[in-house]
């Protein structure tokens, strides 16, 4: 059973359909990859999803329930996490606290327990505090908890925003570019991260990268978007040998 | 009648709040920058005619000429000691909101020390018989007034179209890096910006003396905050939402004189601006920009 | 992890003792008529506005937005308490807490009406309309029979009197701490922390599962209700208010405590509060350079500083200590292995 499922997702800017007829759907536990040359709106998919910009046409179903017209933060709450593009942290802020806005609408305890310091306080946060620690360790990050986030290292940065996303215990973990400007050591690596947090945490991903091999490497199914369109889907063999998706990337015909 | 003779009475207010109001958007269209001192630069202004037509006796015309030229110069004095060493660091915009509104008490206490704190009052400088407009009758002040402010502004929307420099200002202001790389000197371009703003503000100055003939260290301050709720209002770095802006403005207050009452003024004009920016959160004719995801 | 939380429980140990040190040793001098009733009185203005500064430090600090109309809360708060004392006819001990509580609660209330729409604005446009809201409340209680108009409101007693000439200090002073403490430990919260991730990046706090319109008021009217509690003591430490005392002026005065001592920084907040009440004071004797001097100071510590006298960090009596012991210690010892503690 799908975990996320759209059906004619579209957007239209003023007078420039956008995106039009979008219908894919993803698994617990699967990684679909969103590639397309550049302008073909795969980030548009994503900001669809969460809500940045409301869709004109179509549905998303997330568990079979239409969430087109909730807020951004409810739709995180209801289970779509996101990274972007240009990485987005809350900078000034530690590591650990990163992660722990993340976990913010898991807590209860109310703004006088948070004052006045009572037990609720101490218990809620002395549990996330032990799970911010866990999820910070799974990315090999739990040594720069008390670091500023933005004194990170650029490829840190990148998993620390991805830790920040599966803190919200999402059911769809949505990646934009995650590999990009990581060297070949450094996307292996992110790879197999991937894959982990696919095995741990039960999550279907759906990763948007220009990096082929990547995609190839890790995606079980790929959606190929050109013009606003879907042009091609299907497995990494499909997808490469489709002359749809050749012309679009090599242009022609 | 007697409404219509208010409407045009606003009209002359008005264009003293649309040239100080030009100021504020050109320098915040450049900078993104609150200037709470450019409201003193009026009284500057106004200082300089003061000194020039009753201290030392000389011309009317050196007197406008020389409160032009000293406001430009203190405007681009003002932003090289004050505000370049923020902006060149590209320090927190409340550091520089800050430093203006420091150099703001700086000036009006620096001329409450030199000329004291209580008014003075000015000679009339411009006066021909009021205009008759059917039955309407306009005074001298009012007709020189949206003269000025209609030409001024005229004269500013060409240059910025048209002039070498004023399309070095759209650039620097559209993105400074970008115009930096394709050679413009943004540093000029912004000292310039400051002073043409505070030229305007000085013609403001003469004009604001010869409609109400009295001058105070302080005066700038509440002048300062409807011109720049006027720019605000018109839609900040726009020429003409200053222009309409102000005009607007102008009207509203003199309306509300007229009508209800002059103790209310002040809450009606910010009243009038809460309601535009929550329809239109850029105001009348300024531009909406959506952040980029 | 101990360690942390035994230093923790110890720190406030010592926060605590220096606080009642500080009640106790000025009550005495009070008492003792070594502190005059005007040294007294700058010791209550002290306080009172380190509570405005620390409250719009919520709002400019922690969500780091601009607001420019402080002052109209204050009004709201002073002239609710004001009015209750003096036409609820109870005994003043026991009108001016309720008073006290009733100013902050308007305030909150004036928080939610202006909160909801400015707050939909950001940056230099939330500045404008949240200036625009205070000059209309002050202008609104220029005019009202109920406020008394201009001419102000007078008649307020002070809650001092000949045989207690520490009950104003004693309740200034203990809000006060209450307010600094409570922003502390709001700031640390989860709450808190919801609302510096709107300072941070207000899209990623969206999509980080944050109610950012709910934070962002819930920040505003926490800054509200302490401004208004601020107003009440203000009211009856004068005696006598009238809204041209919280005019845009006043906003900004509050504005530059807060930005100068370093936004963000509650300490911070709390020194510059306490030396720009006390200067202007202390250079009573050259009146008419004053302000001169206080504009020059301004402008140079914000281009030598932009960042403010403590930038976003703590000043923190453990630490210094702990720092200073290093230093002392580091010189004996490799110098490379206390980096870690």
Same mark, same amino acid.
């Given at each position: 059973?799908?975990?996320?499922?759209?059906?004619?997702? $579209?957007?239209?800017?003023?007078?420039?359909?956008?995106?039009?007829?979008?219908?894919?759907?993803?698994?617990?536990?699967?990684?679909?990859?969103?590639?397309?040359? @550049?302008?073909?709106?795969?980030?548009?998919?994503? @900001?669809?999803?969460?809500?940045?910009?409301?869709?004109?046409?179509?549905?998303?179903?997330?568990?079979?329930?239409?969430?087109?017209?909730?807020?951004?933060?409810?739709?995180?709450?209801?289970?779509?996490?996101?990274?972007?593009?240009?990485?987005?942290?809350?900078?000034?802020?530690?590591?650990?606290?990163?992660?722990?806005?993340? !976990?913010?609408?898991? !807590?209860?305890?109310?703004?006088? +327990?948070?004052?006045?310091?009572?037990?609720?306080?101490?218990?809620?946060?002395?549990?996330?505090?032990?799970?911010?620690?866990?999820?910070?360790?799974?990315?090999?990050?739990?040594?720069?908890?008390?670091?500023?986030?933005?004194?990170?290292?650029?490829?840190?940065?990148?998993?620390?925003?991805?830790? =920040?996303?599966?803190?919200?215990?999402?059911?769809?973990?949505?990646? #934009?570019?995650?590999?990009?400007?990581?060297?070949?050591?450094?996307?292996?690596?992110?790879?197999?991260?991937?894959?982990?947090?696919?095995?741990?945490?039960?999550?279907?991903?759906?990763?948007?990268?220009?990096?082929? @091999?990547?995609?190839?490497?890790?995606?079980?199914?790929?959606?190929?978007?050109?013009?606003?369109?879907?042009?091609?889907?299907?497995?990494?063999?499909?997808? =490469?040998? #489709?002359?749809?998706?050749?012309?679009?990337?090599?242009?022609?015909? | 009648?007697?409404?219509?003779?208010?409407?045009?009475?606003?009209?002359?207010?008005?264009?003293?709040?649309?040239?100080?109001?030009?100021?504020?958007? !050109?320098?915040?269209?450049?900078?993104?920058?609150?200037?709470?001192?450019?409201?003193?630069?009026?009284?500057?202004?106004?200082?300089?005619?003061?000194?020039?037509?009753?201290?030392?006796?000389?011309?009317?015309?050196?007197?406008?000429?020389?409160?032009?030229?000293?406001?430009?110069?203190?405007?681009?004095?003002?932003?090289?000691?004050?505000?370049?060493?923020?902006?060149?660091? #590209?320090?927190?915009?409340?550091?520089?909101?800050?430093?203006?509104?420091?150099?703001?008490?700086?000036?009006?206490?620096?001329?409450?020390?030199?000329?004291? &704190?209580?008014?003075?009052?000015?000679?009339?400088?411009?006066?021909?018989?009021?205009?008759?407009?059917?039955?309407?009758?306009?005074?001298?002040?009012?007709?020189?007034?949206?003269?000025?402010?209609?030409?001024?502004? +005229?004269?500013?929307?060409?240059?910025?179209?048209?002039?070498?420099?004023?399309?070095?200002?759209?650039?620097?202001?559209?993105?400074?890096?970008?115009?930096?790389?394709?050679?413009?000197?943004?540093?000029?371009?912004? +000292?310039?910006?400051?002073?043409?703003?505070?030229?305007?503000?000085?013609?403001?100055?003469?004009?604001?003396?010869?409609?109400?003939?009295?001058?105070?260290?302080?005066?700038?301050?509440?002048?300062?905050?409807? +011109?720049?709720?006027?720019?605000?209002?018109?839609?900040?770095?726009?020429?003409?939402?200053?222009?309409?802006?102000?005009?607007?403005?102008?009207?509203?207050?003199?309306?509300?004189?007229?009508?209800?009452?002059?103790?209310?003024?002040?809450?009606?004009?910010?009243?009038?601006?809460?309601?535009?920016?929550?329809?239109?959160?850029?105001?009348?004719?300024?531009?909406?920009?959506?952040?980029?995801? | 992890?101990?360690?942390?939380?035994?230093?923790?429980?110890?720190?406030?140990?010592?926060?605590?003792?220096?606080?009642?040190?500080?009640?106790?040793?000025?009550?005495?001098?009070?008492?003792?008529?070594?502190?005059? &009733?005007?040294?007294? #009185?700058? !010791?209550?203005?002290?306080?009172? @506005?380190?509570?405005?500064?620390?409250?719009?430090?919520?709002?400019?600090?922690?969500?780091?937005?601009?607001?420019?109309?402080?002052?109209?809360?204050?009004?709201?708060?002073?002239?609710?308490?004001?009015?209750?004392?003096?036409?609820?006819?109870?005994?003043?001990?026991?009108?001016?807490?309720?008073?006290?509580?009733? $100013?902050?609660?308007?305030?909150?209330?004036?928080?939610?009406?202006?909160?909801?729409?400015?707050?939909?604005?950001?940056?230099?446009?939330?500045?404008?309309?949240?200036?625009?809201?205070?000059?209309?409340?002050?202008?609104?209680?220029?005019?009202?029979?109920?406020?008394?108009?201009?001419?102000?409101?007078?008649?307020?007693?002070?809650?001092?009197?000949?045989?207690?000439?520490?009950?104003?200090?004693?309740?200034?002073?203990?809000?006060?701490?209450?307010?600094?403490?409570?922003?502390?430990?709001?700031?640390?919260?989860?709450?808190?922390?919801?609302?510096?991730?709107?300072?941070?990046?207000?899209?990623?706090?969206?999509?980080?599962?944050?109610?950012?319109?709910?934070?962002?008021?819930?920040?505003?009217?926490?800054?509200?209700?302490?401004?208004?509690?601020?107003?009440?003591?203000?009211?009856?430490?004068?005696?006598?208010?009238?809204?041209?005392?919280?005019?845009?002026? =006043?906003?900004?005065?509050?504005?530059?405590?807060?930005?100068?001592?370093?936004?963000?920084?509650?300490?911070?907040?709390?020194?510059?509060?306490?030396?720009?009440?006390?200067?202007?004071?202390?250079?009573?004797?050259?009146?008419?350079?004053?302000?001169?001097?206080?504009?020059?100071?301004?402008?140079?510590?914000?281009?030598?500083?932009?960042?403010?006298?403590?930038?976003?960090?703590?000043?923190?009596?453990?630490?210094?200590?702990?720092?200073? =012991?290093?230093?002392?210690?580091?010189?004996?010892?490799?110098?490379?292995?206390?980096?870690?503690?």
């Amino acid at each position: 059973m799908s975990v996320l499922e759209t059906k004619n997702l $579209g957007i239209a800017f003023g007078g420039l359909q956008a995106l039009e007829d979008v219908h894919f759907s993803i698994n617990e536990g699967e990684i679909i990859g969103l590639i397309g040359p @550049n302008g073909a709106g795969k980030t548009t998919v994503f @900001n669809l999803l969460t809500d940045v910009y409301m869709p004109t046409q179509g549905v998303i179903e997330l568990d079979g329930n239409n969430i087109v017209g909730k807020k951004t933060y409810q739709i995180t709450q209801n289970g779509i996490a996101r990274t972007f593009q240009n990485i987005r942290l809350f900078k000034d802020a530690t590591v650990i606290d990163n992660v722990k806005i993340a !976990m913010n609408s898991q !807590m209860k305890y109310s703004v006088l +327990a948070g004052m006045f310091r009572l037990p609720s306080y101490r218990r809620e946060e002395k549990a996330v505090s032990k799970r911010a620690h866990e999820l910070l360790e799974v990315f090999n990050l739990d040594g720069y908890a008390h670091d500023s986030a933005k004194n990170l290292p650029y490829g840190k940065q990148r998993k620390l925003e991805i830790a =920040r996303a599966l803190a919200t215990n999402p059911k769809v973990l949505l990646l #934009d570019e995650p590999a990009a400007g990581m060297n070949p050591t450094e996307t292996m690596e992110l790879m197999e991260t991937i894959m982990l947090i696919r095995d741990k945490f039960h999550v279907a991903i759906l990763l948007i990268e220009h990096d082929m @091999n990547f995609v190839m490497g890790i995606c079980e199914h790929i959606v190929v978007l050109d013009y606003g369109r879907i042009i091609a889907e299907g497995t990494a063999e499909e997808v =490469r040998s #489709d002359p749809k998706v050749i012309a679009a990337y090599l242009g022609g015909e | 009648m007697d409404f219509f003779s208010q409407i045009i009475n606003g009209l002359g207010i008005g264009s003293i709040y649309a040239l100080v109001a030009l100021g504020y958007s !050109m320098v915040y269209g450049i900078v993104q920058l609150i200037n709470f001192a450019h409201g003193d630069i009026i009284m500057v202004g106004a200082y300089v005619v003061f000194v020039i037509i009753v201290m030392m006796g000389l011309p009317l015309w050196l007197a406008v000429l020389g409160s032009i030229i000293f406001c430009g110069i203190a405007g681009v004095l003002i932003e090289r000691i004050a505000y370049h060493r923020l902006l060149v660091r #590209d320090a927190p915009r409340i550091s520089l909101l800050i430093t203006a509104i420091g150099v703001s008490i700086f000036l009006q206490n620096l001329f409450q020390l030199l000329f004291g &704190s209580d008014a003075k009052s000015m000679p009339r400088m411009f006066s021909f018989s009021p205009l008759q407009l059917g039955g309407l009758q306009i005074t001298s002040s009012t007709v020189l007034n949206i003269l000025v402010s209609v030409i001024m502004m +005229a004269g500013l929307q060409l240059m910025v179209s048209k002039m070498k420099i004023g399309k070095a200002m759209r650039a620097t202001s559209e993105d400074a890096g970008a115009a930096k790389l394709m050679g413009i000197n943004t540093n000029t371009t912004i +000292a310039f910006t400051f002073g043409i703003g505070s030229a305007l503000a000085s013609a403001g100055a003469v004009l604001y003396c010869n409609t109400y003939p009295q001058i105070k260290p302080i005066m700038g301050g509440l002048l300062g905050l409807k +011109a720049f709720v006027a720019a605000v209002l018109g839609g900040i770095g726009s020429i003409p939402g200053a222009m309409l802006g102000g005009y607007l403005l102008g009207v509203a207050e003199s309306l509300t004189n007229a009508y209800i009452s002059s103790n209310l003024t002040d809450a009606v004009v910010f009243g009038i601006l809460i309601i535009v920016l929550l329809v239109k959160p850029a105001g009348l004719l300024g531009k909406n920009t959506r952040e980029k995801v | 992890m101990l360690g942390i939380s035994r230093k923790k429980k110890i720190s406030y140990v010592v926060n605590l003792a220096i606080v009642i040190l500080l009640y106790l040793v000025f009550t005495m001098l009070i008492r003792q008529g070594i502190v005059n &009733s005007y040294y007294s #009185d700058i !010791m209550n203005m002290m306080c009172i @506005n380190i509570i405005m500064a620390v409250s719009l430090n919520l709002v400019t600090g922690l969500l780091g937005q601009l607001v420019l109309g402080h002052a109209g809360f204050m009004l709201v708060g002073a002239y609710t308490a004001g009015l209750f004392t003096i036409h609820s006819g109870l005994p003043l001990p026991v009108a001016f807490p309720i008073a006290l509580v009733l $100013g902050g609660l308007v305030a909150a209330i004036f928080g939610v009406i202006i909160g909801v729409p400015a707050l939909r604005l950001k940056g230099d446009y939330l500045a404008i309309i949240t200036l625009g809201f205070g000059e209309i409340i002050r202008v609104i209680a220029n005019n009202l029979t109920i406020t008394n108009g201009a001419k102000g409101l007078y008649g307020i007693d002070s809650l001092n009197s000949r045989h207690n000439l520490t009950a104003m200090f004693t309740y200034i002073f203990f809000i006060a701490v209450l307010t600094i403490f409570i922003s502390f430990t709001f700031g640390t919260s989860r709450h808190g922390r919801a609302v510096i991730s709107i300072r941070e990046d207000e899209i990623a706090a969206e999509a980080s599962g944050i109610n950012t319109t709910y934070y962002k008021l819930l920040a505003f009217i926490l800054a509200a209700f302490f401004a208004g509690v601020a107003g009440g003591l203000y009211a009856h430490q004068i005696g006598l208010i009238d809204p041209s005392k919280f005019d845009f002026n =006043r906003s900004v005065e509050i504005l530059v405590m807060v930005v100068l001592g370093g936004m963000g920084s509650i300490t911070g907040s709390i020194i510059s509060a306490g030396v720009l009440t006390i200067l202007p004071e202390a250079l009573r004797g050259f009146a008419s350079y004053r302000m001169l001097l206080y504009s020059i100071v301004l402008i140079c510590v914000m281009l030598f500083r932009p960042t403010g006298l403590l930038g976003r960090s703590e000043f923190s009596l453990m630490k210094t200590v702990d720092k200073i =012991r290093g230093a002392v210690k580091g010189k004996k010892q490799d110098p490379a292995s206390n980096k870690e503690g």
